[in-house]
């Protein structure tokens, strides 16, 4: 149980498109969802909380227009990098919070974005 | 600001031996500590989660929270390679259950053959 896909797991992308991430709780349902980014060798940092059916709450320093954040159903949330630039490759991680166990948050396997 | 402080390691240990892992966090108030694993170029998996002072076990896996003294630690016996990762220390604040999970930087451990 707890099984937490992403799709794509890599992608790779030119300077100005735009990259749209999925995050989907298999086998629960998740009211919240939490968008990571992890660059290499550092420590994972939250982007944003994502609550099914409102907006998403962004920490401090990230921008809410260039990372769109849709958490649509329980079971799928969606988080797309507008006009992405090399500085915007990283390990995006969702995790999302079982309901039934509102205090475990499971990972899904990441996905690994390049901006060329 | 609130902080989850661990050693960045590596922590090196033989094969059978025993890892210990070990976390610190300044927020008084927190109710809710987690270990996860991280391999390299994985996403992170959860351990074990501890809520009350003491010690709880799973299989190889021992966590132990003192609250008074804000640490809490994981414990790792008949350590293998395959246990070689980074060991993620998570805390949650005193949000409840909607609080966000505050990240230590890891702890790189290495288990040798």
């Known amino acids: 149980g707890a099984v937490v896909s992403q799709h794509p797991s890599w992608v790779i992308c030119k300077s100005g498109t735009s990259v749209k991430i999925e995050c989907r709780s298999l086998?629960?349902?998740?009211?919240?969802m939490f968008w990571y980014r992890q660059f290499p060798k550092q420590s994972l940092m939250l982007m944003a909380t994502?609550?099914?059916?409102?907006?998403?709450?962004?920490e401090q320093g990230v921008e809410k227009d260039k990372f769109l954040i849709n958490h649509a159903s329980l079971t799928l949330s969606t988080l797309t990098v507008t006009s992405a630039h090399p500085e915007d490759s990283s390990f995006y991680i969702c995790s999302a919070q079982d309901y039934r166990s509102t205090d475990t948050q499971y990972f899904g396997p990441g996905t690994r974005l390049t901006v060329l | 600001q609130k902080e989850v402080e661990q050693n960045s390691g590596p922590l090196s240990v033989p094969e059978g031996a025993i890892a210990s892992l070990n976390c610190t966090y300044s927020?008084?108030?927190?109710?809710?500590f987690f270990w996860y694993r991280q391999y390299s170029g994985k996403s992170p998996e959860l351990i074990m989660f501890i809520y009350s002072n003491g010690d709880k076990e799973d299989g190889r896996f021992t966590a132990q929270l003192n609250k008074a003294s804000q640490y809490v630690s994981l414990l790792i016996r008949d350590s293998q390679p395959s246990d070689s990762a980074t060991y993620l220390c998570?805390?949650?604040?005193?949000?409840?259950?909607?609080?966000?999970?505050?990240f230590g930087k890891g702890t790189k451990l290495s288990v040798k053959p």
């Open positions: 994502s609550n099914e059916g409102s907006k998403a709450t962004y």
């Open positions: 086998d629960f349902q998740a009211t919240t």
């Open positions: 998570a805390v949650r604040g005193n949000g409840g259950s909607q609080g966000n999970l505050i």
């Open positions: 927020d008084q108030g927190s109710q809710s």
